[in-house]
């Protein structure tokens, strides 16, 4: 007769709402889901042209989601890229520049991959810090699209294809949104099926046992400046084709958005915990606000206002930052405790 | 793995949702429509009209703060119901802003484009919505005209042209070398004052002004100063009897940038644009040489009053009727009527 002993760690969870409970503990993007459901309840009841008008909100959330996307893939390492806006106008510039279309986006995505490059060769070889490295390349990027562009924008030779590109192509759908759909379908496969994507979760976690455990930390940290830098650029080409004209300045308030909607959808700045899914609420979010603010007329200031409350709100929230209030509390509480004993 | 299929499942959820709305949308849509069409008949009976005004600069910049309550003041009076936003001059936004204006289905739109030469595509939506447009402040592409109803604003062109010509009859039979401070690059009245400049320099006075260095300033004091600052130790201050500025804040900076330098600004010929609070007491002490008179007021109002005619059927599209086309006047100032009534600053 034989007997097995087993050590269990934890309480095993096996009725439904236990379970529940768990998997929601696990997920990072609870508080995207309830800002998500609070803005689209609000909105509903104030401005239902937002769901009337769809193809718009599609729209905003998709030139808000794209660059956040790749993003992302950066930012679940533990790292930066605030290059992307810079990428994103030179891109389109490098794009308007070429008279062939299809050449002009192969050059654009060209761009984004070789800037990739660059920024990963900064942080993993160099060792540069992220911020540093991508905010140098931001001055260099933007500065190299005025030189190209000769500081004004840059028309498309064809202009009607530019046009035809911003129509609907699948029932209300522009390309836009199509291509961000599949960017997101692909980069949360990447990121939660593919064994490399996985990794970046090590790597931006505990960066030591990434490289303990015989993680390619520097080839996984290439691979994330890719991503971004190529999003980025590809957000530029949809940009330029859409407006048929590459404009120098481009991007300058999509980076902030970005971040926004990657912090929104509960990924840690510091690497490790995230998602793509919760990028896509933290965009949809966002969007969504800003077509219901714009539709009413609010102001930029008063809209800054909102989107800064909600970023506050979603990093205040974060469950790390609560349970080390709760325990500042806890200790003040007993402190004043024993003194009074 | 049960993370991801976690994951997968949200998105699915938040895809069937939205596709659900999106099918409640599709089944409201002809209504909404019916009733805007219901709301347009009421309009053209003398109730409010609904127009979205696309802007890109509000009360973040001098210039919107006193161009906005005059316009909202003349569409109070018109029965026009004013939607207004602010792209911070990011084209892209803009344009997004465009997209949920034409959703919208208001009367009519009045449209400042924050970059002339990414705005079509936003015309053909709104000429395809048959939503007629009204630009102002800055003019679009010539090719671009047919799809509009008319501008109203400033000869941006015309004003750097008129800065030129003052700088050439101060300059008379001498020979001087200036440097000049730009707006913000890739911006349109940027591009186009400093065109204008440049261009009847060239035509007008092309021995006599040499423009040395140029420089954006982004329409900002500060940063103008450093600019003007930099470009003096480039060319040698030796070299510089002048300075053109695009806008009066610049300009400011330009002449702090001088008497950093320890040089008086009443020594050089200095021209710039706008007639502000900042350049007006420049020109009555002598700095600066000559600006030209810009009225916010005039331009806020007047976008409303072409919107109008464009929706009343006064003007049509294209700009084919004198009535397309209003030009704020635009005179110069210098020491001899700095004070005068009909140039008195506005922003």
Redesign the interface.
């Known amino acids: 007769m034989s007997s097995t002993n087993s050590i269990q760690i934890g309480q095993q969870e096996t009725s439904f709402w236990g379970r529940l409970r768990l998997?929601l503990a696990?997920?990072t993007?609870g508080r995207g889901?309830a800002l998500l459901a609070v803005v689209l309840v609000v909105v509903a009841f104030t401005e239902p042209?937002v769901?009337?008008?769809?193809?718009?909100s599609?729209?905003?959330i998709a030139?808000i989601g794209l660059v956040a996307l790749g993003l992302t893939a950066v930012i679940l390492m533990g790292e930066l890229d605030l290059s992307v806006a810079s990428t994103l106008a030179l891109s389109g510039v490098v794009m308007a520049m070429i008279p062939d279309v299809a050449l002009g986006v192969i050059a654009a995505l060209a761009v984004g991959l070789v800037v990739g490059m660059i920024n990963a060769f900064l942080v993993a070889i160099v060792g540069i810090n992220s911020f540093i490295a991508t905010l140098g390349m931001l001055f260099a990027l933007r500065g190299l699209g005025?030189v190209l562009?000769n500081?004004?924008?840059?028309?498309m030779a064809n202009?009607d294809a530019?046009?035809a590109f911003?129509l609907p192509l699948l029932g209300?759908l522009t390309p836009r949104v199509l291509i961000f759909i599949v960017a997101?379908i692909a980069l949360?496969i990447f990121v939660?099926?593919v064994k490399a994507g996985r990794e970046f979760f090590a790597v931006g976690g505990n960066r030591q046992a990434a490289y303990d455990a015989g993680i390619p930390v520097k080839r996984r940290i290439f691979t994330g400046f890719l991503i971004s830098g190529f999003v980025a650029s590809l957000a530029g080409a949809i940009?330029t084709l859409?407006?048929?004209?590459a404009?120098?300045?481009?991007?300058?308030?999509?980076l902030l958005a970005s971040f926004a909607a990657a912090i929104i959808g509960g990924n840690y700045l510091k690497g490790g915990r995230g998602?793509?899914?919760g990028t896509?609420?933290g965009a949809?979010a966002l969007g969504v606000l800003q077509?219901a603010l714009?539709?009413?007329?609010v102001?930029?200031?008063v809209q800054q206002i909102f989107i800064g409350l909600i970023l506050l709100l979603a990093v205040t929230t974060d469950p790390a930052n609560l349970r080390a209030v709760l325990g500042s509390i806890r200790s003040v509480r007993q402190g004043r405790l024993k003194s009074q004993t | 793995m049960r993370n991801s299929r976690i994951g997968l499942a949200t998105a699915s959820l938040i895809a069937v949702a939205g596709l659900t709305l999106s099918g409640c949308a599709a089944a409201d849509e002809t209504e909404a429509v019916s009733t805007d069409s219901a709301a347009s008949t009421a309009t053209t009976a003398g109730d409010t009209y609904e127009v979205y005004a696309l802007l890109p600069q509000g009360n973040d910049q001098p210039y919107g703060t006193t161009y906005l309550p005059p316009m909202e003041a003349k569409a109070a009076e018109l029965g026009i119901n004013l939607t207004i936003t602010n792209s911070e001059y990011d084209g892209d936004k803009q344009a997004s802003e465009c997209e949920v204006a034409v959703a919208a289905q208001p009367d009519g739109i009045i449209l400042w484009p924050a970059l002339a030469d990414t705005i079509r595509p936003c015309l053909e939506a709104a000429n395809a919505a048959g939503i007629p447009v009204w630009i102002t402040n800055a003019d679009v592409n010539p090719e671009d005209t047919e799809l509009t109803y008319g501008y109203s604003g400033t000869d941006s062109y015309g004003q750097g042209a008129a800065s030129a010509e003052m700088m050439c009859e101060f300059v008379g039979d001498n020979s001087i070398g200036i440097i000049q401070i730009n707006g913000l690059t890739g911006n349109s009245v940027a591009t186009l004052r400093g065109n204008g400049f440049k261009e009847t320099i060239a035509s007008t006075c092309p021995d006599n002004v040499e423009i040395l260095a140029e420089q954006p300033g982004n329409w900002n004091k500060d940063e103008s100063q450093i600019a003007a600052s930099e470009m003096l130790t480039a060319v040698g201050v030796e070299n510089v009897g002048g300075m053109y500025a695009a806008d009066d804040s610049m300009v400011a900076g330009g002449i702090d940038a001088f008497k950093a330098r320890g040089l008086d600004p009443k020594d050089y010929i200095i021209t710039s644009i706008g007639n502000t609070f900042l350049g007006n007491p420049l020109v009555a002490s002598g700095e600066l040489m000559g600006t030209v008179f810009q009225s916010s007021s005039w331009d806020g109002e007047n976008a409303v009053v072409g919107i109008y005619r464009a929706m009343t059927g006064d003007t049509s599209l294209g700009r084919d009727d004198d009535a397309s086309v209003l030009y704020m006047p635009n005179p110069t100032v210098t020491i001899d009527n700095w004070d005068a009534a009909d140039v008195t600053p506005e922003w």
Do not use: C, K
């Not at chain 1, 769901?51 to 718009?56: E, G, S």
């Not at chain 1, 859409?242 to 004209?245: Q, V």
């Open positions: 998997t696990r997920r993007e889901v042209l769901f009337t008008a769809y193809p718009v599609l729209g905003r030139l005025f562009s500081e004004a924008p840059v028309r202009t530019g046009i911003g209300p997101f949360q939660s099926r940009n859409e407006r048929t004209a404009d120098p300045t481009a991007g300058s308030t999509v998602s793509i899914v896509l609420i949809t077509v714009t539709l009413t007329g102001q930029v200031p």
